[in-house]
């Protein structure tokens, strides 16, 4: 961000450019340069520091609770070879950055500051590509916290003073974790089952005893010696003369054990043994893409069948 600083310097009686340099920056700690200048404060040395110039350094990290997403999101994007990477949303991180300025006189000082200052107001949002392999981006704000500047007096009247400008910044970062490549589901079944549990308006499904005759599917089974005053009652969805098994849908009341049952069209009797408690399936629902060559990032629709029972 702050790579291509520059300062111009004129003649200050014609106005006309005599000088234009770049301010070099550096990542270090400001008690570094503090140190290097007030042992050589005239930098009279040979192996010399020449102002101005910049340094930055990161002071703290810290986690920011206010921009948690949910910790089950993820972003996916193809792969090669028909694969595709996914990888969790990132987690806020608060970075806090100081950029330390220095210069020999306070006009190269304000020159540098009035060049970062505009930008911030008091945020400058970049978007920058956090995850090169997944290819989305992100707005990623830089808070400017605070403006400091210092005039070092130090030594004689004839020494040479340095002034040094801080600028404190928060950036609003994301730290990701690793890349997966899982495998592409081609096809769904999802089959739905009733609860055997449920006793009324569900299908009950029972093993019968002694009795004779036939059930058909839909006709009315109800429990007792007449249809008028039966405690139970429901359609036939499934008969199996061989094993006496009979399922019993949109059920009415609570069917019991050792009690009779009758069927109202072909006046079949029989006598309920017992109850199965293992769970029917309903219904089976079928999706594949369409067609089932498709890859992550083509364009394609969606096969359904649902097959009831």
Request: aromatic letters at 12%; glycine letters at 6%; proline letters at 6%.
């Amino acid at each position: 961000m702050f790579n291509n600083i520059s300062i111009v310097r004129t003649d200050d009686d014609t106005g006309v450019e005599i000088e234009r340099f770049k301010v070099p920056i550096l990542y270090a700690p400001k008690e570094k340069y503090y140190a290097r200048l007030q042992s050589d404060p005239d930098l009279s040395r040979e192996l010399q520091i020449s102002l101005p110039r910049m340094s930055f350094e990161m002071a703290g990290i810290s986690y920011d609770p206010s921009r948690k997403q949910n910790s089950l999101l993820k972003v996916g994007k193809s792969g090669t070879g028909g694969n595709v990477n996914t990888q969790y949303m990132g987690v806020s991180y608060d970075l806090s950055f100081e950029l330390n300025i220095y210069t020999r006189n306070i006009d190269d000082g304000t020159h540098i500051v009035e060049q970062i200052l505009p930008y911030f107001n008091p945020d400058y949002t970049p978007t920058i590509n956090p995850i090169s392999t997944m290819g989305f981006l992100k707005d990623t704000p830089i808070i400017l916290n605070s403006v400091t500047n210092n005039i070092e007096h130090e030594g004689n009247f004839d020494a040479i003073r340095f002034i040094t400008w801080t600028l404190t910044f928060t950036m609003k970062a994301y730290y990701y974790g690793p890349i997966s490549t899982p495998k592409i589901i081609r096809k769904i079944d999802a089959n739905i089952y009733n609860d055997p549990t449920l006793k009324t308006g569900y299908i009950t499904r029972m093993n019968l005893g002694t009795g004779n005759g036939s059930f058909h599917l839909d006709d009315l089974v109800y429990q007792g010696a007449s249809q008028h005053t039966s405690t139970a009652y429901g359609l036939v969805t499934y008969w199996n003369p061989v094993d006496k098994i009979l399922s019993i849908g949109s059920t009415q009341g609570q069917f019991k054990t050792n009690t009779i049952i009758r069927a109202a069209t072909t006046n079949a009797v029989y006598n309920i043994a017992s109850f199965d408690a293992s769970a029917l399936k309903l219904a089976n629902i079928h999706i594949e893409p369409s067609p089932n060559t498709a890859n992550p990032g083509d364009d394609y629709g969606y096969d359904t069948r649902i097959t009831e029972y």
